[in-house]
């Protein structure tokens, strides 16, 4: 039960960290070596315990396991309490995210490590002659409960319970194992140190699952949250966050004004290259469904959305005004359902799956890329947003590489403006046959903003594509790629 209740929360941890620093390589990365840094040091304090007689051995293991579930159950009020203070302190990513991953799971895995080593010592002394077997059972006892552990957090406690209520389950367990141990050493429970501890733990871990998530929905992708944001409560606007990166913003009564640069741009410069006409498109994406609500209101023809997660739909449709009527919507990865579907061509496919360091990164290879351009009519047009540093561009020139490795056009633009040093910038490449028929555009992002498409100059000077590696399904570093060097 412990080797389970410890792979929970590993599991849970990295769903816990993402409302902060979103879900990467660079997220699992750091919440794995730290778990296993705590269990390492558990490990080699329980080898000590074990030396101990069997009696005082699980006592002290019992004490240490209701440890456990005291650290487990503060550890969403750790994390909440430590994350401001570590991202605004740390200019390294890396460096943060393994601040906070520390910070709230070290311990927990430090006291979840230590009754291995002394249980499997009392096996082996009870077991006598057949020390060997009994050693071996106690491993693959352990290692059935970490498969227990994972796939329960994946299939069953998270999506069905969230995050905080599963950490809550996992201080039960402990909690119930350290009573267990109690009762084995003959020691009395009725003792009020030990159970006052456990009620604490238990207390505190379901108060956690009551008040401190941060997820307006948890669901089997993300933490979504919503946000009010309306400067007139008359006249709602509200914000969607999934994990820590916003998604989308829309307003009740004007469904056609964007509230961010990349959907204005999106919006805009697709509906330029059909010269206002009637065309079909394509998200890869949905969010709150801004641009294709948009559409849907200017009547410009069949629209198929490609969002992963129902939940976020259904969110949109609940929040965000959005009638599912004028829609396909497909919930599955919008590579599948563009592969899936080869009869199928578009005028517009828009990419909007790109946010921050949490990418997709087979969403933006040559054989994704040559997946778009076999799905586009003749003439159709391909849209996608990336956000790099002004200073750096690594992504933003990887991208453009492998797009231009399949289209004859690629095109970037962003707002018409100076960038501002070390702030990211919002880019949206657009890839098609022939190069749009305008340079320039001003739509309102909410307010009147003019966006223009880089002159040919800027790919030759300032981005060094040609010595770029094409992104491919076997190769796409795109974390590191977005990662701001200092």
């Not at 929360?9 to 750091?30: D, F, K, N």
Request: charged content about 15%; proline content about 6%; some cysteine.
């Amino acid at each position: 039960m412990v080797s389970a209740s410890s792979l929970v929360v590993e599991i849970v941890a990295g769903r816990m960290l993402a409302p902060y620093v979103g879900m990467s390589l660079y997220t699992w990365t750091s919440v794995i070596a730290v778990v296993l840094a705590g269990f390492s040091a558990g490990h080699w304090w329980g080898g000590r315990i074990a030396e101990k007689e069997m009696r005082p051995a699980l006592v002290h293991t019992a004490w240490l396991l209701l440890a456990a579930a005291l650290t487990t159950s503060v550890a969403l009020l750790v994390l909440r309490t430590i994350s401001g203070p570590i991202l605004n302190a740390s200019d390294d990513y890396l460096v943060a995210i393994t601040l906070l991953s520390a910070g709230a799971f070290f311990l927990p895995s430090l006291f979840a490590g230590v009754p291995a080593p002394v249980l499997a010592q009392i096996a082996v002394t009870i077991a006598g002659e057949k020390s060997g077997r009994a050693l071996g059972a106690m491993f693959a006892a352990g290692a059935l409960g970490a498969i227990g552990g994972t796939l329960l957090a994946g299939f069953l406690f998270i999506p069905w319970l969230g995050t905080a209520l599963t950490l809550a389950i996992v201080c039960v367990s402990y909690v119930a194992v350290a009573a267990t141990l109690f009762l084995l050493a003959g020691s009395s429970l009725r003792s009020l140190p030990p159970m006052a501890l456990a009620v604490i733990a238990l207390g505190l871990g379901f108060y956690s699952a009551g008040r401190l998530s941060p997820c307006t929905k948890e669901s089997n992708y993300y933490c979504i949250r919503v946000i009010d944001v309306s400067a007139d409560p008359e006249k709602p606007v509200r914000r969607m966050v999934l994990d820590h990166l916003s998604h989308g913003t829309s307003s009740r009564d004007f469904p056609q004004i964007m509230f961010s640069e990349f959907t204005a741009m999106l919006d805009g410069i697709a509906r330029n290259r059909m010269e206002g006409g009637g065309f079909s498109s394509f998200f890869i994406g949905g969010g709150t469904y801004s641009v294709p609500r948009a559409w849907i209101n200017r009547e410009t023809g069949p629209i198929t959305v490609a969002e992963i997660d129902p939940d976020v739909t259904q969110i949109a449709i609940r929040d965000f005004w959005l009638d599912p009527t004028g829609l396909r919507i497909l919930h599955e990865d919008a590579r599948r359902a563009l592969l899936m579907r080869p009869e199928e061509k578009y005028d517009v496919v828009i990419g909007d799956a790109f946010g921050d360091i949490a990418v997709p990164s087979h969403l933006i290879t040559s054989e994704f890329f040559q997946l778009v351009r076999s799905r586009l009519a003749p003439d159709g047009v391909y849209l996608m947003n990336v956000v790099d540093f002004p200073g750096q561009l690594n992504a933003l020139s990887a991208i453009y590489a492998t797009l231009r490795s399949v289209f004859p056009s690629v095109e970037i633009w962003t707002r018409a403006a100076p960038p501002i040093p070390d702030e990211q910038t919002v880019f949206v490449l657009v890839a098609a046959d022939q190069p749009s028929g305008i340079s320039t555009l001003e739509t309102l992002a909410p307010d009147p903003t003019r966006f223009a498409a880089f002159a040919d100059s800027f790919y030759d000077d300032v981005l060094d594509f040609r010595s770029t590696r094409i992104l491919t399904d076997d190769y796409a570093p795109i974390d590191r790629l977005l990662r701001q060097v200092h």
